[in-house]
């Protein structure tokens, strides 16, 4: 069983960084592939970044180049650093934890998730 805790969200400028942290509780942490994804208002939930245990991060193309996942197993949190933030980027990031089965990864534990506002 692992319980995930977000924090980090708030209200911010277009243009501007946020960094989300995801902690977790659990000894196996760093078995679990990690993942964050977001939902706006009237929209389907989107993937948007993966980190693997040791530490490869892969992005959404809509948040390549603005967004870099991170973690530290020894803090047993994950990390989502925002830049270049864009009102489109506005939703409820939620943070998962999951493994890769096959060639998917399915994700069997979710945040309440924290909310991102990013005005224009």
């Known amino acids: 069983q692992v319980q995930l805790v977000e924090s980090g969200g708030g209200l911010v400028q277009a243009g501007g960084s946020l960094r989300l942290s995801c902690a977790a509780s659990?000894?196996?942490?760093?078995?679990?592939?990690m993942g964050w994804f977001r939902q706006a208002p009237g929209k389907e939930r989107e993937f948007v970044a993966r980190?693997?245990?040791?530490?490869?991060?892969y992005c959404a193309d809509s948040v390549k180049g603005r967004f870099t996942i991170s973690r530290d197993n020894a803090k047993n949190t994950v990390y989502l650093q925002m830049n270049s933030l864009k009102p489109e980027d506005t939703a409820v990031y939620y943070c998962?934890?999951?493994?890769?089965?096959?060639?998917?990864?399915?994700?069997?534990?979710w945040g309440q998730g924290t909310a991102v506002t990013v005005s224009s």
């Open positions: 980190i693997s245990w040791s530490g490869d991060g």
């Open positions: 659990g000894r196996t942490f760093g078995s679990y592939v």
């Open positions: 998962a934890a999951g493994k890769r089965r096959g060639i998917a990864y399915e994700y069997d534990y």
